[in-house]
Each structure stands twice: as structure tokens, then as C-alpha cells.
């Protein structure tokens, strides 16, 4: 399989919740394993105290969602459950490998809005890594 997308490698999306965690109370997450994107976060996953989840399937649609302008694919998991993300990339030109078909592998970690957000604190499956493979 071939890692499209790390977390790690997303300096400016890290620095983005960062600054909406740190700067107001409309936007951001809960702090409840340190800081989103921090060494600390980090160790805390590593140590499974927030534990990584890990979504195995193929992709079954990829697609323009929202109005024709987000990248989405559709996945079915090999559990029968349909998860819906966006299409992260660390190198765009990597986009090509979102095919129908494709097996699929993301780690992600249930990370929760602040109280204060639109969202009043709901759950959110933040992508660590996506993986993707050839067509079944």
C-alpha cells in the first residue's frame, strides 16, 4: 500500500486547529489528550491512551461533494459499514490513486469539538494516515 496523506507532514492544517483551539472559543477541540498536533498528542496516541482506530475497505465512489468543490470518496469497510472522507493528500499529484476499487486503509482518532463550537462538542474522526492500494 502507499501512504497518501500523514497528519504529520500537515504542518499548516496542525497550525490552523492550533491557532483556532488556542484563539478562540467558537472553533478548535477539546484539549483532553494535550494540545491537537503536539508532541504530547502525539504521545498520547502512541501510548493508546487516545486510541487509534483503524477503517479497512475499498473505495466504492470518488466524487466533487459539497457544491462540486471538496474532493470525497466513499468507502465501504470491511465491516459492511460506508465511510465518507475527503481525499487528503500530502502531494496532490498522488490524487490519481483515489480509484473505485482501490483497497483503502485510514488511522484515525476520535478527536471532540469544544463545547463552545457550532458542533457543541460532537465527535470527529481525525485522519492520522490514509493508505491506498491496488483495485480488488
Known amino acids: ?6 497528519l504529520r507532514d500537515n504542518y499548516q ?9 488556542l484563539g ?11 494540545l491537537f498536533g503536539s508532541d504530547a498528542w502525539w504521545q498520547q496516541i502512541a501510548s493508546g491512551a487516545l486510541p487509534l482506530q483503524i477503517a479497512r475497505g475499498h473505495i466504492v465512489s470518488v466524487y466533487m461533494g459539497s457544491m462540486g468543490d471538496w474532493p470525497e470518496f466513499k ?8 465511510r465518507t472522507h475527503t481525499r487528503e493528500l500530502n502531494n496532490p499529484q498522488m490524487d ?7 483497497s483503502i ?16 462538542g460532537a465527535a470527529h474522526d481525525c485522519v492520522i494516515e490514509i493508505r491506498l492500494g491496488h483495485e480488488a
Request: glycine share 8%; aromatic share 12%.
Open 13 to 21: 492544517y496542525i497550525k490552523h486547529v492550533q491557532e483556532a483551539t
Open 96 to 102: 490519481s490513486l483515489y480509484r473505485v476499487g482501490a
Open 105 to 120: 486503509e485510514i488511522d484515525y482518532v476520535v478527536q471532540h469539538f469544544k463545547q463552545a463550537a457550532y458542533s457543541k
Open 1 to 6: 500500500m502507499i501512504t497518501v496523506y500523514r
Open 75 to 82: 468507502m465501504l469497510c470491511s465491516d459492511g459499514t460506508e
Open 24 to 34: 478562540t472559543k467558537e472553533f478548535g477541540v477539546q484539549q483532553t489528550h494535550g
